[in-house]
């Protein structure tokens, strides 16, 4: 007689149970450890902020024309600062026209401030750099007033604008954002012009 041999499906079934309720507590273990090692951390420090602002006071037209930069900064940012500014005269139809008279003088005369003439240094790239650091709540004025030279220019559009850019007040920031190697001895900066 010829034995047929049956295989216990029973014992394997049995044996596959253990093995997946293992995996299940297992991953159940590592979900529960995960979460509870899982927390929230709450940085209670601040960076500080420039917060410089441009200030104008200024007459409608040429004459008084105050430009002065303004540290609002909170949390005691001490930063570097540096300005450019740009004119153009523009006709009712949009041509832009030159500011230079024929001879190569600027239409409009600045008067710029004491500051302006020896606190700034002309980066040769646009920008003229503040050669002391600006404190919060400390403001630098660099013009006082405008004048035109040539009244024919009065039937054109004049537009005085400025920008500037302040940054942490550190050799590394001024390297980093503006590629420029200064040394800062208590409120003095030396700019590498």
Known sequence: MKRILRKNKNKRFLL???????????????????TKNKSTIINPLQLAGS????????????????????????????VLLRVSYNETFTKSNGEIVSN???????????????????????????????????KPGE???????ITLTDQDYLLYDYDLSFNYEAIQASPAAAAELWGKTITINGDLVTWPF
């Not at 410089?52 to 007459?59: A, R």
């Not at 403001?139 to 007033?145: A, E, F, G, K, M």
């Open 100 to 134: 230079l008279a024929p001879n190569g003088t600027n239409i409009v005369n600045k008067t710029w401030t004491a500051d302006f003439a020896y606190n700034f240094r002309d980066g040769f790239d646009g920008w003229y750099y503040y050669t002391r650091v600006l």
């Open 139 to 145: 403001t630098v004025q660099i013009l006082s007033s």
């Open 51 to 78: 917060g410089v602002q441009i200030v104008e006071d200024s007459d409608p037209g040429f004459g008084k024309r105050e430009i002065s930069f303004y540290n609002a900064g909170d949390n005691a940012a001490v």
């Open 16 to 34: 596959v149970i253990p093995v997946i309720a293992v995996v299940l507590a297992a991953a159940s273990l590592a979900v529960y450890a995960y």
